[in-house]
């Protein structure tokens, strides 16, 4: 018998006071777990992957279907919602310990793992309101992944923190999946849920749209994902990611040194790359980039010099952008790459002779870990510019 066995789970709410409607945010899903596998769940937002968790989590209880498992469910649905800020980081670890069933002393004796593998120093009496953000969620992570459980439900607990504690994180991961525990890794981080797991679960509209292999699955996702942004694109008479010329692969953030990430410090100087694949040589392309948040568009880089392509094949076409510009939210990525049959002659305006589109082809988080829990910027951009300072007579 599997670890864990999920039997035709689906979960309703009741929407409305005077006309209700129903939404089914889960819809019969069935999967089974073995002991140390690790299940990577994705889909789009509203695809019912975190209602699914709070199920299995018990926070809320099925509409239908239920759920055989045993042993210590650890569910990391919000890094540290259940931390006290007014109390010591010490006591924090053993209330929430005392919430799992473990007693103070078996507790203490975890203490100093738990403040090891955080990096919290000789803050362990000091109130958490007084740590920062990365502090914080460092140390929640620490306390869930040292409660020793027998099944970690993780909801986009990478998408928060520098990139080394995310690296971190991973590696204990598999190292805990190694060991027998048996994990369900929600992101939208497609590398990470590459690297991590054994299998993959695509959730859309509640239900599941496919489940197996992880390579099969995200390019699956991935591809459909293509296909809505490329009929939206149309109806908005801004192109496609695709035509007779020419298609864009992917649009990925990476770290200076080529690494696939799927969130960046302030402090970190980003990678942005477009990969698009060409049918035809003789050509060139001018790039551009636009970011967005909260709905506003934020960012637009200026098209660079014309890129010859000489020839037909797939071509990276990359653009950093520098520290300390983006604010700590998250951002969306919409690209363009417009396309000439030769190259027009200096300073005259010409309408390119075709363009490839993809719009949100991309969302990433940008954090800053030494601000505190409640000094969050409320810019779009924040540039750390330089000051001078001069004396009046």
Known sequence: MAFLEVQKVSKRYRLGRRTTRDLWAVRDVSFSLERGNILGVIGPNGAGKTTLLKVLSRVTPPTEGRVLGHGRVVPLLGLGATF?????????????????????????????AIQEFAGVGDFLDVPLKRFSSGMYMRLAFSVAINMRPDLLLADEVLAVG?????????????????????????????????????????????????????????????????????????????????????????????????HEIGAARVSDEIHLSIAVRMQRGEMVLRPRLQLSARGQIVLKTQPPEYVQIAEPGSYTLRVSVPSNLLAPRAYSVSCDVLMFDTEPAPGASRIP????????????????????????????????????VVKER
């Open 84 to 112: 006290q800020p007014e109390l010591a980081a010490r006591e924090n670890i053993l209330m929430n310990a005392a919430m799992f069933g473990i007693s103070a002393r078996e507790a203490e004796e975890r203490i100093g």
């Open 162 to 258: 520098d990139l080394e504690f995310q690296e971190r994180c991973l590696e204990r991961v598999q190292q805990e999946g190694r060991a027998g525990m048996a994990v369900i890794f929600v992101s939208h981080d497609m590398a990470a849920i590459r690297r991590l797991c054994d299998r993959v679960m695509w959730l859309n509209a509640g239900e599941i749209a496919r489940i197996g292999d992880p390579a099969e699955v995200i390019d699956a996702y991935e591809n459909a994902a293509w296909a809505v942004a490329g009929r939206r694109s149309r109806d908005k008479r801004t192109g496609s990611h695709r035509n007779d010329r020419g298609e864009i692969i992917f649009v990925r953030l990476t770290s200076p040194d080529g």
């Open 353 to 388: 002779d075709g363009s490839l589109h993809a719009e949100n082809a991309l969302t990433f988080q940008v954090v800053d870990p030494d601000t505190t829990q409640k000094d969050i910027a409320d810019g779009l951009i924040a540039p750390r510019l330089a000051w001078a």
